[in-house]
């Protein structure tokens, strides 16, 4: 019997030269398409990336054993710049987040760095050290005081889209103010 011979009036399947299944002389039936492999996300592989990085520029900033701190003035700003101040009217920042892990604590929700002694936002004592000791530390609205501060007019659109910088402005005037204050000259 020929291969593709009719069985029961119906025409048999056959193997195609091609290694594609046949029926009976119609067109062969094309392979199902793989399923494609989910392509990366190069943004969040950056973001990754350049978190790694601020991450370890901190570590390195403290020392392995001195335990450097960042100065002073430098470290007020900063807490201005998280946890805002109701005399001067600066809220908190929108970012920040109540710790789960100890109550009075705090973290950034925006950093992804979690909730942990390491990251916490606020001393309880003078050992203890922060993420706003750290000599070099990075925020992800690049707020004042931080290693990695913009001013509120060298912000881009689509991050003015994503945060509200009205915080980052009345703190930048605040500080140009105690400056221009400390500038004067007695009489
Ligand atoms: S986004 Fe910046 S200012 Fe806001 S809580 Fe995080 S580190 Fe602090």
């Not at 290694?19 to 996300?41: C, E, F, I, M, Q």
């Not at 990085?53 to 403290?62: G, Q, T, V």
Request: some cysteine; aromatic content about 6%.
């Amino acid at each position: 019997m020929a291969d593709n011979a009719p069985i029961n009036g119906k025409p048999s399947n056959k193997i195609v030269a091609n290694g594609s299944w046949s029926k009976g002389g119609t067109s062969p039936r094309s392979a199902v398409p793989p399923t494609p492999l989910p392509t990366p996300d190069p943004n969040a592989i950056s973001g990754l990336i350049g978190k790694a990085k601020s991450l370890i520029d901190s570590y390195a900033s403290r020392g392995v054993t001195q335990n450097k701190r960042v100065d002073e003035a430098v470290k007020q700003v900063r807490i201005l710049s998280c946890h805002g101040n109701p005399e001067l009217g600066i809220s908190p920042c929108q970012g920040r987040r109540e710790s789960v892990a100890e109550a009075g604590r705090y973290f950034c929700g925006e950093c992804g760095c979690g909730d942990r002694a390491a990251t916490w936002l606020n001393n309880k004592t003078d050992e203890d050290y922060s993420k706003l000791d750290f000599p070099r530390v990075s925020c992800p609205m690049n707020m004042p005081g931080f290693t990695n501060y913009t001013e509120r007019s060298k912000e881009t659109v689509e991050r003015c889209m994503k945060y509200d910088f009205t915080r980052k402005e009345q703190i930048e005037r605040h500080i140009a103010l105690t400056i221009k204050q400390t500038d004067a000259p007695s009489v």
